[in-house]
Structure formats: structure tokens, C-alpha cells
């Protein structure tokens, strides 16, 4: 990738959608925040995120039709719907063990000090892996 591109990156569940924003400059990505999954709040909240950090590319993290986690494919489906009223193009990317590599990664923070992790962090941390794999897979097809 040659030129500089911002990227939010969403975990879909039922309860919290985690969210991340990545750039492609460094291939690396921040967890941002998790948000509530239901209500017109989540809308407002992500309307806000795309307004702060004007992405040009919006991630949706998808499970493959293998994991038990595939019941809710139209739900996130749906969800990856409801965000193109934002005009930004949006990609589904395989989300495949995102979560347990957030746990893993979360739980060796802690193991070197970092403060005992939340319920909503394993959301935002997934999304974090979903844009960087997300970017690095973009930096090898450039």
C-alpha cells in the first residue's frame, strides 16, 4: 500500500460490537472502544466513530460457515448492512478465532502487569486482530 488509508474494524455480537481502527501506513491497529449491540445507541455511536476517524474502508469481522459462532452470519450480515449508509466501502473478513486470540493476547497482559482485562475488552481486542489481519493481507496483494 503506497498511500495512507484508516480503517474501523467491527467484532459483531449480540450483546457487544467491539471496534478497532487500523492504519495502513504501520499494518497496525488500536482497540477503540466496545459498544452496546442493540438500540439506536449503537447506531448514533458508530456514526460518531465514522465522523471522528473518517475511514476509508469499514471491516466486519465474519465467522466461516465452520464455527459454531455461524448462527449469528445474518445478524452480522445485517449488521455489515446497516453500515453502508456511511458511503464507505465495506469488507467482511474472516474472523476466524479473532475472539480466542483476543482472550490469549489479553491474558499475557496481564501476566506482565497490565490491569485485569473487562468483559467489553476481548470485544474491541478482536477487532483490533480483525484490522490488522485485515491490513496485512492488503499490504501483500499491493
Known sequence: MTDSKTVLAFDFGLARVGVA?????????????????????????????????????????????????SSIRPQILAFAGGLERHGVPIDLVDESFSSREAETRLKLRRQAGARRARRGDVDAEAARIIAEQWLQDASRAT
Do not use: F, K
Open 21 to 69: 481502527v487500523g492504519q495502513s501506513i504501520t499494518g497496525t491497529a488500536t482497540a477503540l472502544t466496545t459498544l452496546q449491540a442493540s438500540g439506536d445507541a449503537l447506531d448514533s455511536a458508530i456514526d460518531t466513530l465514522v465522523g471522528q476517524w473518517r475511514p476509508s474502508r469499514l471491516l466486519v469481522g465474519l465467522p466461516d460457515d465452520s464455527q459454531s459462532a
